[in-house]
């Protein structure tokens, strides 16, 4: 499966953007989906996740409160909206996707097959 993601751009502290990722084959619906962000310098780091049929997200405690993710299957998307950003929360954005990985391993970024070509999010102070 092909993933675009896009969204990303320049916003104050504070302020909020909303990243999209579309998916390339029609049984997007089976898959588990991710976000993850890796910052200048640093490791990719987990973000955020969805289960296939939306029942289940989890998310990092650094953007719990702040982010939600969802999905629309019929449009083959998962979104990640992110609201009250902080200058940390500055890196490059990817979806991932999964249709194997274990509940128990949704924040481990080796667990997904495909990923997208990341977006960037750059937060000023």
């Known amino acids: 499966v092909q993933l675009q993601a896009s969204g990303g751009g320049l916003v104050q502290a504070g302020g909020s953007l909303r990243l999209s990722c579309a998916a390339s084959?029609?049984?997007?619906?089976?898959?588990?989906m991710g976000w993850f962000r890796q910052a200048p310098g640093k490791e990719r780091e987990f973000v955020a996740t969805?289960?296939?049929?939306?029942?289940?997200?989890y998310y990092a405690d650094s953007v719990k409160g702040r982010f939600t993710i969802s999905r629309d299957n019929a449009k083959n998307t998962v979104y990640l909206q992110m609201n009250s950003l902080k200058p940390e929360d500055t890196a490059v954005y990817y979806c991932a996707a999964s249709r194997t990985v274990l509940a128990s391993q949704l924040a481990v970024a080796d667990e997904y097959d495909y990923w997208g070509q990341g977006t960037l999010v750059t937060v000023s102070s």
């Open positions: 969805i289960t296939w049929s939306a029942g289940m997200t």
């Open positions: 084959r029609r049984t997007f619906s089976s898959y588990h």
